[in-house]
């Protein structure tokens, strides 16, 4: 382990990497602190700027664009209350109040502060359990594999916001389309109505198309709000010692942000939600708590930050994406001709340790960043939203092409931004069907050659012990809901 | 365990009545909201979704079989049909009314449906015309259509757009442009 951190080590100080790293920092911040852009639409529109990197400054800037953006989301939160990001709604509850009476600057101090100190513990944390997980899943078989994608899609399912029977269809819809193109275990045509389908639907314009243009199309309708003015632009200081009375609250949201990251589709926004409620429960003045409160503050940043590397662990370690955002990471991966899962910690050890060394690399620089410009990263949200439409759905077409040279993306990427938008309205958000498009190759090829090596009994695959494990806990955790309203009732 | 009440942040920021004019937009543009009610809504898009389901288990079924447990059309008639079966429960849910969510609004519907066009016409316009000609056209108008109204910002949106091309997809990236 000590070798491949030496080895990632050089490999990240170079001046290529150092400089992608800053433009990821960057590029995270404006998303992150712009409300309506999240960072998988960041990641999403920025992937096509990667083609011509090599793989460990494209990785580093994306998983830089990831951290940044839930760095940067409390920032409108506190100031404005509008929170960039949606995890960092939660951090509104109490920034906003404390913003209101004077105390901005002590606000964004905390939000940063924790903010650093949570990806700093769940940076530690992924370092330790990514190996670890990886290592275990060596010894996974197809029907392991199977049950694996049965289990994160289920939780997907469950955990996305709104109703879970729409977040179950969107799952469906995005399995359903994968399969157009050639069959993997025979490599028979399926679906092909035209050639240029042939190779299936291009991942990339389509991801586009649903985090990003059809969001354009919700700007569009939004146009003509106008955003609150701010009333304070203070400068924070980097003051550690103001965290201090808080650090049993950083370990504790921490800790909570990690786990809750590893689960697929649970994400920052459950995170920062769970740790802000056990906060309250545990402080002695909870009443306090949406008032301005500033440990209200502390869990919610601590949580939503470190959430990032607990997405991150099963996307390294198992090719299981965390969260929307590690699902749009695949996508970049996959370009680079990277496989994230067990394999990659054998095969390019590179990619998963620059990934930790440029995690801890930029962290001092993000806190830096976010402390010292939140002038500057404020008014970004003053930026008229109809602009940044038309910046981005400029952006995502130029990206769409740039996918393959061919305007074929592009139209594709119009599709699925008009159908991620119809689809939206009805409460089916883009994050299953992406997840779907990702695992749904996994699921159909694991499963078949699972079926295969068990000469076609289904009774053998399910009584492997992991799988049985595995796809009991799907089960489980499908049918929860149902017995918990059973139970309300 | 979800947060319902979270799902529409980082997408709506907090704003004021539409009363002043924001920098580069006009917001005299009052347009009457077009709403539907939720449970129509939802019986449309599930019912598309539905049939698309039909489809795939339609052309499954026409694949060739074999002996074995899982065909080429196994995977996508077993997810086709589970797409058709959930949209219709959502679909009997919607009509008996339960889950019920109001009416979906749509604000600027026209602007929407001509951005919607705009947007769609794009790629075959590159296809046929070349990207920077149309994007000199397309960045104006689609920026109109948004909402700037001031000609220094279209002109300024358009300029980076088109350095972005140029400077960072053709010259730095090397990816030609049509």
């Not at chain 1, 503050?297 to 090719?319: C, F, R, Y």
């Not at chain 1, 981005?392 to 993306?409: K, P, Q, R």
């Not at chain 2, 898009?45 to 698309?52: D, P, R, S």
Request: glycine share 10%; with cysteine; charged share 10%.
């Amino acid at each position: 382990m000590i070798e491949h951190f030496i080895h990632a080590a050089g490999l990240v100080f170079t001046f290529k990497v150092l400089i992608a790293l800053i433009c990821g920092i960057l590029v995270g911040y404006f998303v992150g602190a712009m409300p309506g852009l999240t960072s998988s639409i960041g990641m999403a529109l920025l992937i096509p700027f990667t083609f011509g990197l090599d793989a460990i400054p494209a990785i580093v800037m994306l998983v830089s664009i990831y951290m940044a953006s839930d760095y940067a989301g409390g920032i409108p939160a506190i100031l404005v209350n509008a929170p960039g990001q949606p995890a960092s709604a939660v951090t509104a509850f109490d920034g906003f109040p404390m913003s209101q009476r004077g105390e901005s600057g002590r606000a964004l101090n905390l939000s940063i502060m924790a903010s650093g100190a949570g990806a700093l513990i769940s940076g530690l944390l992924l370092v330790i359990s990514a190996q670890l997980m990886a290592s275990a899943a060596l010894a996974f078989g197809p029907a392991e594999y199977f049950a694996l994608a049965v289990l994160g899609l289920s939780l997907i399912g469950v955990l996305s916001a709104g109703s879970t029977l729409k977040a179950v269809i969107g799952l469906m819809f995005g399995l359903t389309v994968v399969t157009i193109g050639i069959d993997p275990i025979r490599g028979s045509e399926r679906f092909v109505v035209h050639y240029l389908l042939i190779d299936g639907l291009p991942f990339l314009p389509a991801l586009i198309g649903l985090f990003a243009l059809s969001e354009v199309f919700v700007m569009l309708e939004t146009a003509n709000q106008k955003i609150m003015p701010i009333k304070h632009t203070p400068s924070a200081s980097a003051s550690l010692r103001a965290l201090l009375p808080y650090r049993t609250t950083v370990l504790r949201s921490s800790l909570i942000g990690y786990f809750v990251g590893v689960i697929p589709g649970a994400g920052a926004s459950i995170a920062s939600l769970i740790s802000y409620g056990v906060a309250k429960n545990l402080s002695p003045t909870r009443d306090s708590f949406g008032k301005g409160n500033p440990e209200g503050i502390v869990a919610s940043e601590a949580a939503n930050n470190a959430s990032v590397s607990g997405a991150l662990a099963p996307l390294l370690s198992l090719g299981i994406p965390g969260s929307a955002s590690a699902a749009v990471l695949i996508g970049g991966l996959t370009i680079q001709g990277l496989q994230p899962g067990p394999l990659l910690f054998t095969n390019n050890p590179e990619i998963p340790y620059s990934i930790f060394v440029g995690l801890f690399v930029g962290l001092p620089i993000m806190v830096a960043v976010g402390l010292f410009g939140a002038r500057l990263w404020v008014q970004i949200t003053r930026i008229p939203r109809p602009v940044t439409a038309t910046v981005v759905a400029s952006i995502c077409m130029l990206g769409a092409y740039a996918a393959a040279n061919d305007t074929f993306e592009m139209m594709v990427t119009a599709g699925f931004g008009v159908i991620g938008y119809l689809l939206r309205r009805c409460d089916i958000h883009p994050a299953p069907i992406v997840l779907a498009l990702v695992l749904g190759d996994m699921l159909e090829a694991s499963l078949r050659r699972a079926m295969i090596t068990a000469n076609d009994s289904v009774l053998s695959v399910l009584s492997q012990p992991i799988t049985a494990v595995l796809v009991g806990l799907a089960v489980l955790v499908l049918i929860s809901p149902m017995l918990g309203r059973r139970r309300a009732v | 365990m979800a947060a319902p009440h979270l799902k529409n942040a980082g997408e709506e920021p907090a704003s004021l009545p539409t009363e002043s004019t924001a920098e580069g937009t006009v917001p005299e543009m009052h347009e009457s909201e077009i709403e539907v009610p939720a449970a129509l809504y939802d019986v449309v898009i599930c019912g598309v979704l539905a049939a698309l389901g039909l489809w795939f288990v339609f052309y499954a079924l026409r694949m060739p079989t074999s002996d074995a447990a899982f065909d080429p059309g196994t995977f996508p008639m077993i997810a086709g049909g589970l797409l058709v079966v959930l949209s219709g429960l959502q679909i009997a849910l919607a009509l008996a009314g339960k889950g019920a969510r109001g009416v979906v609004g749509f604000q600027r519907p026209l602007w929407l449906a001509i951005g919607m066009v705009l947007v769609m016409v794009f790629p075959f316009a590159v296809g046929a015309f070349g990207y920077y000609l149309v994007t000199v056209i397309w960045v104006p108008v689609f920026g109109w259509v948004a909402g700037v109204r001031r000609p220094l910002s279209l002109l300024a949106t358009t300029a980076i757009v088109l350095l972005l091309a140029k400077g960072v997809f053709e010259m730095l990236l090397g990816t030609p442009l049509p």
